[in-house]
Nanobody, 119 residues
């Protein structure tokens, strides 16, 4: 039906940068809002950034000024540029989208990609 493929995770030193990408494919009319969430074992999944259909970004306070979310509607992709990474940014990062189908909205999640910030 709908597939989200994430890439770009890995190990980086504190202060470094990583760029995550997520490509959405499948059966839908269009992609509405696009999000990046993260989750640490034993804690709730939290949204770190959202980009609305019109391109408006929204950031969690913990990443504002360091992370940048962007989307390419021609390719159905959403990226997360992460700069000045801190050890507390270590988590599994998930792509999440709100989809418009013929008769309803729907949501979908990616499989997650590990980001580890450590020296």
């Amino acid at each position: 039906q709908v597939k989200l493929v994430e890439s770009g995770g890995g190990l980086v030193q504190p202060g470094g940068s990583l760029r995550l990408s997520c490509e959405v494919s499948g059966s839908f009319l269009r992609v509405d809002a696009m999000d990046w969430y993260r989750q640490v074992p034993g804690k709730q999944r939290e949204r770190v950034a959202r980009v609305e259909r019109d391109g408006t970004p929204i950031y969690a306070d913990s990443v504002a000024g360091r992370f940048t979310i962007s989307r390419d509607d021609a390719k159905n992709t959403v990226d997360l540029q992460m700069n000045s990474l801190k050890p507390e940014d270590t988590a599994v990062y998930y792509c999440h989208v709100l989809l418009v189908r013929a008769t309803a909205f729907d949501t979908a999640w990616g499989q997650g990609t590990q980001v580890t910030v450590s020296s």
